[in-house]
């Protein structure tokens, strides 16, 4: 006899997996700043995510833009170059760009990547 519940079991694990595999975010405007919160895992199939987070760019000169990273559980290669379409965008639109946050592998990652030396970085 076999089984006929181990199937679904393993697809609504495969599911559950995926769901908390992905990068989520949130946009939070004061006056002078716009903060965004990034939560979940950070990899090349974010990219479209990502997108929407540029969206957020769109702040008159001088506005500060900050990536609070401290939901951020990984981040590969693809994410680092994400933050720098992401500082390349803020540089275009005269605006002031931060990294805050970030914690283990995450921190560990921008250390190697030497981003202190190009990204501002708020501990």
Do not use: C, W
Request: hydrophobic share 35%; charged share 30%.
């Amino acid at each position: 006899m076999t089984d006929q519940t181990a199937p679904a079991k393993i697809i609504r694990n495969d599911a559950a997996q995926q769901r908390n595999t992905r990068m989520d975010y949130s946009v939070h405007d004061a006056q002078d700043s716009t903060e965004i919160r990034l939560k979940g895992r950070m990899t090349y199939s974010d990219h479209d995510t990502f997108r929407s987070v540029i969206a957020a760019f769109e702040r008159p000169p001088g506005h500060r833009i900050v990536f609070d990273l401290s939901g951020l559980d990984f981040v590969d290669s693809s994410g680092l170059g994400m933050f720098i379409i992401a500082k390349d965008t803020a540089e275009k639109r005269n605006l002031q760009f931060t990294l805050r946050g970030a914690r283990d592998e995450v921190q560990r990652l921008i250390t190697i990547a030497k981003f202190h030396k190009v990204f501002s970085i708020d501990d």
